[in-house]
């Protein structure tokens, strides 16, 4: 008899419709970007919703978008608004008008709604009600909030061990809900505690901390006003953190140069044509100076190559192109970095750059001509096998030009979720540092355990061997974001209970554990109203801004509950008994008093009640941004990296998973990617010419991809060849669609962050 669970579609389906192909964009934002405004928030919105959630956002007295994490002005907002395209496309999706009732549960089937595509799961609505799928069957019920906890708790108590749990964090949770569910979590028994930044910046976190002391980039937003050259890696801002094109803009109005380095050339870097600016909007401003078409993970090889060029220029007039000063007073092993760089073959990471000689000199010179550097990256440089090399090499250029620890100057790595790096500030790690775990002890009585818990990998390998039992998302779609999409549905559906904190449906509700429960909560655009009153929530940007978030429109049913208050109350469920401090219950309310144990727990929140509700937040401190760096010797370290060449045979090519212009993560809000001239679909493969040519396929025709990994075939079928401006050897397909074909097993050397950004594929005519 076949299982039902094998029924369900743990990835996207094929849509049936036609994909529409035009030229790509040469711009971001302009006109276009008003009208998806308009009909995202006309779709979806009341009017007097759109005007309160549009004029509030950001703003000081308003609240955090709930999309990425790019940094607001410290000292003034525009009056006009402080949004981009999609940060709208995210709030309606929050702000939406529809609804996912308990009706609509007794509708759908789980395996009906298996069958549709994300972005239909995605727009059926915000939940109303907390739900149980009950054990064998395949429809949600309504289920109480006290017999939810209730079952939750049996379930965790009846665990042979805590380390059968595990507890993921989105990077949507706000400092309070993420301080809370650590303490619980640990509480609790266990540092299973994995998080999205397992997935994203892992490997700048491991990088960053050897080399200058913390996890977190240096600059603040005013250093892109001043500095003399931004060089941008791996990152597309146009799509996934659009108000950064302001700042860029005010870069270049101000006589800095930008470089882009990637092997796309996204719209985003081009040009942008900013909406609150008459003539910007019309005209635009050209961002790039300079374009580095880089080979997929050619990154490492590039600076290298440009650093060899600078070391020769250095060696004929010493002083004159690297800060020596600086790297005498605050850097070590720059010997041993300098006596490895004088070895490499100059030729050889040309090539495995990919890009001519005479761009990297182009590059060089640039770099040579400007003192204040700031270098930013993202998921383009942290998804790779190397990426902790990579970001150790991004930090030997800023050493190197003594770019770092003053103004104008530094690194930024650019996160992608809105508290993604608070999440981690306030805890959430499954690595629970001495410091914390001495400040849990003391502060709340109770031993924390002291193994490290299961990062993402681990604990998708772990459900999968039937080790853990027990899932609990606060809040996003792992299945989706994880690599290997089959083999994660499995893990999943071996679990005995999954429980998600969730605003909307998305598939991993459908794939769940055999027992599911969802349970539904209020929105960052929300008012938070409890027995204390209204409640204010926190996130930290990705400058380390620490600021208040107050929603601004009433919750959308009486039934949602905040974060904070869903984790207190079933932390009293679970853990209550146990442990004298703290008292939950008052938590469940008082979102001050979290605040206060924040404060009592986590460096740098001191006075948070009251500096949180200064205008603009509170910087936490960073000593690396003031020059001081806190490592192993007291100073910034130089690191030798090997150099990495990727490499592929006749017929194979590098897959890097990239995202549209009408998606934000997981969530998809439309089937159209503008910047790249596509429309109505995302089954498709962005391939060069020459390679289309070579492997004898044409532009438009369907073929699966495989991809090999350990003696295992992963198949991703029915996919759209597109002829793209693209490296040769290399292709692109869309995150989550391709995801099915990232190998559990494959990921970065330390930070275990799947290679989402090198996949190693094949690809034959489709089968029909
Ligand atoms: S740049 Fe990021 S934080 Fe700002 S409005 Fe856009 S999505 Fe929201």
Redesign the pocket.
Known sequence: MSNPKDKLHAVPPPHDEEIKISEPENYAAGPPALAAVARHLGAEMTAKKCGITLFT??QMEGYD?P????PDPDDHRSPIG???E??VK?IVEEATEKRVTPDFFRKYSIQEMSTWTDYKIGKSGRITEPVIRKAGSDYYEPITWDDAYQHIAEHLNGLENPDQAVFYTSGKASNEAAFLYQLFVRQYGTNNLPDCSNMCHESTGVALSETIGIGKGTVKLEDFYIADLIIVMGQNPGTN????LSALEITKKKGGKIMGVNPLKEAGLQRFKNPQKVKGFLRGTSLMDLYIPVAVNGDLAFLKAIMYLLLQEEDQAPGTIFDQEFIANNTSYYEEFINDLRLKDFAELVKFSGISEEKIREATQMIKENKKIIICWAMGITQHENSVNTIREIMNLLLLKGSIGKPGAGACPVRGH?NVQGDRTVGVWEKLQPELRDALEKNFDFKPPTENGFHVVDSILAMAEGKVKFYMGLGGNLLSAGPDTKFTATAFQKCELTVQISTKLNRNHLIAGATSIILPCIGRTEIIPTTAGDQIISCENSTGVVQASRGKVDPISKHLRAEPTIIAELANVVVGDKYAKPNWQPLAADYDVIRDLIEATIPGFDNFNERVRNRGGFYLPNAAREGNFETETGKALFSVNPVLNLTVKKDEYIMMTIRSHDQFNTTIYGNNDRYRGIENGRRVVFMNEADIEKAGFKSGDKVDLFSYFEKERRVARDFQIIEYDIPVNTVATYFPEANVLVPINSFAHRSYTPVYKSVIIKMAPALV
């Open positions: 956002v950001n978008c999309g990425c994490a790019w402080e949004y981009c999609n940060g995210a953190h659009p108000r950064m809105s």
